[in-house]
């Protein structure tokens, strides 16, 4: 008996080691797709070195994410968009205070099937073919291929800035809309004709270079030089025209486990795994914003 019990009492010990082994802080954190892939990447080196913190990482887009962080079902919000007035404004009335902070800057890349051979596009070309005002690849000095629009649906913070920086209109009534930027590549490699929008992280293959399954066409305004999206020193000083932030909003300023998780992202560490997926450091104006995204929020918890 005496015996049973000494193994009893071993097996509960070593089940409570186990237990206390485990992972004991989950955090989970929604939104953006153009971010979905590096945060997962993020949330993985960051948990092997705080095993016994989980971070659930899942995509649906901006809104969505944003959405879910003013229910107050979310710890943080991916958005490759700024918040909007509307959404501040019911986070306020559910009591939720987004704040928000920078982790990484991004290029948009605007893609075309390698097979149309159209190297470069000005940046009122990808206007006008956004739009629906040009519909075949020949009024641009392409071949006689009718052009297909493949872009993101509403929750898309890409689809957004876009909308807002480049179109100043609405996107072409004939375009496709899709769920992830994966499909968007998955379509624009099927047609000949595509062309589509997507980040250019999500371009990369597993070699930290870009795969090549689609062209990620050079950009140019007027007379300058046209741009590609994987030039790191064009994007870093703002000569690829389409540049934008990356952000994570949390309900107040991040504490405990989920700040180390920020403090991670951020530091030097962090920021070279951002740069070797595709994705580019912050500034040093984006670190000012951070900062006065603290205070703020530091403020306003007082």
Known sequence: MKNII????????????????????????KGS?????????????????????SLSISGGGSAYGLQELIK???????????ITQEELALAQEKGINPV???????????????????????????????SGTITNWNEIGGPDQRITVYGRDHSSGTREFLKKTVL????ATNSKE?????????SVKKDIG????????????????????????????????AVSPYEF???????YPLKRPLFQYFNGWPTGDLLKYVEFELSEKGQAIIRENGYFPITHFHEQLNEMSKKEALKKKQ
Not at 72 to 82: E, F, K, L, Q
Not at 168 to 171: A, E, G, L, R
């Open 72 to 82: 107050g079902t979310v710890d943080a919000a991916n958005s490759s968009r700024i």
């Open 100 to 130: 928000p902070i920078i982790v990484a800057t991004d290029a948009v890349a605007i893609i075309t099937n390698p097979k149309l051979k159209m190297d470069s596009l000005s940046v009122f070309q990808v206007r006008d073919i956004l």
């Open 6 to 29: 000494g193994i009893l009492t071993i097996s509960l010990l070593l089940a409570a080691c186990r237990k206390s082994s485990e992972k004991t802080d989950n955090y989970i954190i």
């Open 178 to 186: 899709l769920k992830t930027s994966k499909e968007v590549i998955e």
């Open 194 to 225: 595509g062309i589509g929008y997507v980040s250019v992280g999500t371009l990369m293959g597993e070699n930290h270079k870009p795969n090549g399954e689609v062209w990620a066409t050079y950009l140019y305004l007027e007379d300058n030089r």
């Open 233 to 239: 020193k064009s994007v870093e000083s703002g000569d």
């Open 33 to 53: 797709d153009s971010e979905l892939e590096l945060i997962r990447i993020l949330a993985t080196k960051f948990e092997e070195e705080y095993p016994k913190t």
């Open 168 to 171: 100043k209109s609405n996107f």
